[in-house]
């Protein structure tokens, strides 16, 4: 109850610094505007918009001729330079389209917005009226000028998305709710730009994102827009634009959509014929009110994968009859002879009770990290229940997350029960400058036993982990702690990296002997967007090494680990790696490429050798062969080398539904081979059509 009422303190504190923050926004300002006080300068601002218009915009005479009455729907914005940009424009006439394009082509340089002291973005969304003199005769004060003018500025910032439903029909209100932007690599690849380059203090780390933080700095509903086409029957407009089943009332609004992952390919060094996919699911999400959204996906699958992942979920079977676990799925039973059947839901609740914080709770994943894989905590293991409370201040994002895991094994299971484990982890980016981020990771774990439940000093938001462990017991939990940085060199090159240490001997490092007791992992990466001047193209790469035992316990279940997998980067420990990737996309085409050269160190599991290496973070680290020494590849050393090249049309960018092709290479080559670790080469081809929810990784 204590640490109850010290976090409502805590937020309120929070919330008393927002609101100071909020009130140094500044508009952007024209020349004529630098006298006038803050107050007016919205004001000030919205009649030199309309001055231009009204003197420049000259309505084509197909117009005139038709005597045309109506809107042109506008989105533009005035980016940090204090330079205007057209996002979006709407009208039933091409020519009207055309002239507002010339016309804000001549709209002047002025000087940008500023939020906290430090220049951004805005964004508005405005109206035309046709005819002109429907305003362009009276005067600025006049009553409907002044109508407009609040419009415009109703449609500022964050709130641009309140456009007329005559623009766009239904109003698509989850791109300004509380509900997360479904986290795949390749569609956050679409608006990772925006997010670094008109986000002069946006946090990216903590994923996945919230629609109403990355709607400040990109403009879904525009893009959405911009991919519509023009359909005229029911089946048409719900097959290639709408959700199947979309309603809204004054304070709720609900949408309803099939989910497929129907996919069919060829495995070149399977026995079976072929491989497959054959999920179909529901997906609901909606909202009530503006601060409560809620969000529930339920998938039944069968499928048969390629060889090599096959035998990788199989290696992951848990206690009981069922034949493997699905990577990043599930628990999986026998279908047929050959095949899984591996039904997955998750769901989430999700509240803003204040501007400055969101509160989830549900059954899903989350990641930390601004690269491909994550060191601290990623999205490869299977759904889990989690609470989730994300604050954000000043330059600060925080967030906590609890997680309730399972430890399958039979060597933990109590009357053919699976252990409960519980993983606490606090995240704290700070925006040090407008080019620099810097991120404090902390997490523990920790196993429901006869001794031990849910420890409840671990709801504490804001102490240091390692201080709880030594207070409850050094072998009670497995905690870990990390850091980040991201630096953005210019608009199109940001770096990033993470640190992550699980246990440090400085006396060992001194001594130069490799101890087993360092263990520690970290990555660096780049991203480089626009690459070569191609617009929508963003390459990556990145570098991740991490040494052996890293994440592993003394504790048999207090792991890094959940279903068998891990929680952080999926190859474990004992391993370094070299990510390429490429990401490209226009208008409903996409193409992804990812090329991963890896280097892993694997046990011999033998009756001569039956050491831990420290790859495998289920085993005690107390079965190494020795204490010095230690290396990364040590064991059955295996270099690997894992290509993918993926090609895709939206179909549905209202469910991001998908029709996609790709082909995987795959080559597997260890030093010495055994009933588990041999060597392998897969060609795989694929085909499918996909409801593009999650992030599938068949890199292993």
């Not at 990216?204 to 400040?216: H, L």
């Not at 893009?223 to 979309?246: C, D, I």
């Not at 999920?279 to 069968?302: A, D």
Request: glycine letters at 6%.
């Amino acid at each position: 109850m204590k640490q109850f009422i010290v976090l409502l303190l805590l937020l309120a504190q929070f919330k008393s610094v927002s609101q100071t923050i909020n009130s140094t926004e500044k508009q952007p300002v024209f020349p004529s505007c630098k006298n006038v006080t803050a107050d007016s300068l919205k004001q000030c601002f919205t009649k030199n918009v309309y001055q231009i218009i009204k003197s420049e915009f000259k309505t084509p005479e197909v117009v005139v001729k038709d005597a045309y009455k109506g809107d042109v729907a506008v989105i533009f914005e005035v980016d940090t330079l204090g330079v205007f940009n057209l996002i979006y424009v709407k009208s039933v006439y091409k020519e009207l389209k055309e002239e507002t394009e010339r016309v804000f082509k001549l709209f002047p340089k002025i000087e940008p917005a500023s939020y906290n002291g430090r220049k951004t973005f805005k964004q508005y969304a405005l109206p035309i009226k046709i005819p002109l003199t429907d305003f362009n005769n009276s005067p600025v004060e006049n009553e409907q000028v002044a109508k407009e003018i609040a419009t415009l500025e109703a449609a500022s910032h964050s709130e641009y998305d309140n456009l007329n439903n005559s623009i766009v029909g239904y109003k698509d209100n989850a791109f300004s709710s509380q509900l997360n932007v479904q986290f795949t690599h390749s569609d956050y690849a679409r608006f990772d730009r925006a997010i670094n380059v008109v986000g002069t203090n946006s946090h990216t780390a903590s994923k996945p994102f919230v629609y109403s933080e990355i709607s400040k700095y990109y403009n879904f509903k525009a893009e959405k827009e911009k991919l519509l086409q023009e359909r005229k029957t029911w089946f048409g407009k719900k097959l290639w634009n709408e959700h199947l089943v979309q309603l809204q009332g004054e304070n709720y609004w609900f949408t309803i959509d099939p989910i497929f992952d129907l996919q069919v390919g060829k495995d070149t060094e399977a026995d079976f014929s072929s491989t497959y996919n054959n999920t179909r699911g529901l997906l609901v999400k909606g909202g009530l009110g503006k601060k409560f959204n809620f969000y529930t996906s339920v998938f039944e699958s069968q499928g048969r994968f390629a060889q090599y992942f096959n035998e990788y979920a199989e290696s992951l079977k848990a206690f009981g009859p069922d034949p493997a676990i699905i990577p990043g799925r599930g628990i999986a039973k026998a279908f047929k002879t050959d095949s899984y059947d591996y039904p997955v839901a998750e769901a989430y609740l999700s509240y803003a009770p204040a501007d400055f914080v969101n509160i989830q709770f549900g059954h899903g994943k989350n990641f930390i990290g601004d690269g491909y894989r994550s060191l601290f905590l990623s999205d490869v293991a299977s759904p889990h229940p989690f609470l989730k409370l994300n604050t954000k201040f000043w330059k600060i994002k925080y967030t906590n997350t609890w997680m309730w895991l399972k430890d399958v094994r039979p060597e933990v299971t109590t009357d053919d029960a699976f252990l409960t484990k519980y993983m606490a982890t606090h995240f704290l980016s700070w925006n040090v400058t407008k080019r620099l981020n810097v991120g404090f990771f902390e997490s523990v774990i920790w196993a429901n036993t006869t001794n031990r439940s849910f420890d409840v000093n671990y709801l504490n938001p804001i102490i240091f982990y390692r201080a709880i462990e030594f207070e409850t017991g050094q072998d009670a939990g497995n905690a870990i702690m990390g850091a980040s940085a991201k630096y953005k060199w210019n608009n199109n090159i940001n770096f990033y990296g993470q640190f992550i240490l699980d246990e440090f001997s400085l006396s060992d490092v001194k001594a130069g002997n490799k101890s087993w007791k360092n263990k520690f992992g970290y990555q660096l990466g780049v991203k480089y967007y626009n690459a070569f001047k191609v617009d929508n193209l963003m390459l990556q790469m990145e570098y991740n090494r991490v040494r052996p035992y890293t994440y592993s316990h003394s504790t048999i279940a207090t792991n890094y680990g959940h279903n068998n997998q891990s929680m952080a980067h999926l190859w474990s420990a004992n391993f370094s790696e070299l990510v390429l990737m490429g990401n490209y996309f226009y208008n409903r085409w996409y193409a992804n490429a990812k090329f991963i050269f890896g280097k892993r160190g694997f046990d011999y599991n033998t009756d001569t050798d039956a050491f831990s290496y420290g790859g495998d973070i289920y085993r005690n680290y107390n079965d190494r062969p020795l204490d010095t020494g230690v290396k990364v590849g040590q064991g059955i050393t295996t270099n690997s080398f894992y290509g993918n090249l993926q090609a895709g049309y939206v179909v549905n960018p209202s469910s991001n539904l998908k029709l996609f092709t790709d082909i995987t290479v795959r080559n597997f080559n260890p030093d010495v081979t055994t009933e588990t670790v041999y060597k392998s080469n897969t060609v795989w081809f694929n085909f499918g059509l996909r409801t593009d929810l999650f992030n599938w990784y068949f890199d292993y």
